[in-house]
């Protein structure tokens, strides 16, 4: 069966789906991340966020960043929406941190809560249920929460969801908004870098963090093909090897990565590019490069849009799909060329980390790979 990709939308520190692709084409690190704080990380502006919350009084900012996502694509949505029975539309999105930005808002000293605290903002399958009854979708409806991958394990479900006939469109995505738990708790894994993030380079020390996510509307609709965009492939694995760190051998990914070309019966030679989940630690970049070096090879273009957008962990899945599903269409122009890099560390000197911006895609097939805490890995195969 072929799920093909309706619509997206998308939300960061770049602005909205358009804005984005704009930033990744002209901009640098510089222009979009906000570095007065302790940790450079990247905030969505928020007034982005407030255009449409006022017909949602005491709507969370998770709440509103859905909110936003619909907005974007709302025509498009509806559309689809309307070819369809409300019974047979899915919903599925990604979180980590649900509302919990509220909830510390919320505290009072000794420990207690005051009237404003609602417990259902924390609940990660929030922004699922607050999709799905902004959008009346009345079909299966859950949140995932599997770390990093939260996103991307997102869209891999409501592809599933489609192939088994458990609905006929599927609502998929992730997003997750900054709160001082998630901040504070990197920190205390000395994952944070303090300034600009450096994936692949050899003096790499730390991430970016960012807020955003995006929403993918997923169908099995047969139509015309041309200028269509599918979701391929998908493959998920837990290496289960350490509660934070990734197997040091990227044996989790390099399955996940299998098992998406597998699906998507493509070789290594049909891939034109890799969105990396490089999220410029040091164990994590080593892990993913020798993964893609063991199962692709190292003829394959590969980058981080992690610098730009920073670490939006929940959302950072569904958003790295969008931007491949851009350059899959066309819209997004040349591969995404890696910011922060100066010099490749030598121990993943073979991996071809894009370095100049008029690099084009030259296959059909575009790969997306996230990673997350606990030993999660998924990738996704977009073909056009």
């Known amino acids: 069966m072929t799920v093909r990709i309706e619509c997206v939308s998308a939300l960061s520190c770049l602005g909205d789906y358009w804005q984005m692709l704009r930033h990744l084409r002209t901009s640098v690190p510089h222009d979009v991340m906000n570095a007065d704080s302790d940790y450079t990380c990247g905030l969505i502006d928020h007034t982005l966020l407030e255009e449409h919350s006022p017909i949602h009084a005491g709507a969370s900012r998770s709440e509103k960043l859905m909110l936003a996502l619909i907005a974007q694509q709302r025509q498009q949505i509806d559309r689809c929406l309307m070819a369809v029975d409300p019974e047979r539309v899915a919903v599925v999105i990604g979180s980590t941190a649900g509302g919990m930005a509220e909830a510390e808002g919320s505290r009072k000293p000794g420990h207690q809560f005051g009237p404003e605290y609602d417990f259902r903002f924390q609940r990660l399958s929030t922004p699922a249920r607050f999709v799905a009854k902004e959008l009346n979708a009345c079909g299966l409806v859950t949140g995932v929460s599997t770390a990093c991958t939260s996103g991307a394990r997102a869209i891999g479900l409501g592809m599933r969801w489609l192939e088994l006939g458990w609905c006929d469109l599927a609502i998929v995505g992730g997003a997750d908004v900054m709160c001082d738990t998630t901040v504070k708790g990197f920190a205390s894994l000395e994952a944070l870098s303090e300034g600009y993030c450096k994936p692949f380079d050899q003096h790499r020390d730390g991430i970016n963090l960012g807020e955003g996510g995006a929403l993918l509307v997923l169908s099995s ?66 892990m993913e490069a020798w993964a893609v070096l063991r199962v692709l090879g190292s003829k394959v273009p590969v980058s981080s849009t992690k610098p730009m957008t920073g670490h939006t962990l929940a959302g950072a899945g569904a958003l790295e799909a969008t931007i491949c599903y851009a350059l899959a269409k066309g819209d997004l122009g040349g591969l995404p060329v890696q910011h922060g890099m100066l010099l490749q560390d030598p121990q993943i000197d073979d991996l071809k980390v894009i370095l100049r911006d008029e690099t084009m895609l030259q296959r059909r097939a575009i790969m997306s790979n996230s990673c997350g805490f606990g030993g999660h890995n998924t990738s996704l195969v977009l073909t056009s």
């Open 221 to 286: 609709r047969q139509a015309d093909k041309k200028n269509v965009v599918e979701v391929a492939g998908y493959g998920e694995s837990m290496d289960a090897w350490h509660l934070s760190a990734p197997h040091p051998q990227g044996n989790g990914i390099a399955t996940a990565m299998q098992d998406a070309l597998s699906m998507a019966m493509c070789t290594p030679e049909n891939i034109g590019y890799i969105n990396m989940h490089g999220t410029a630690t040091p164990h994590n970049d080593v």
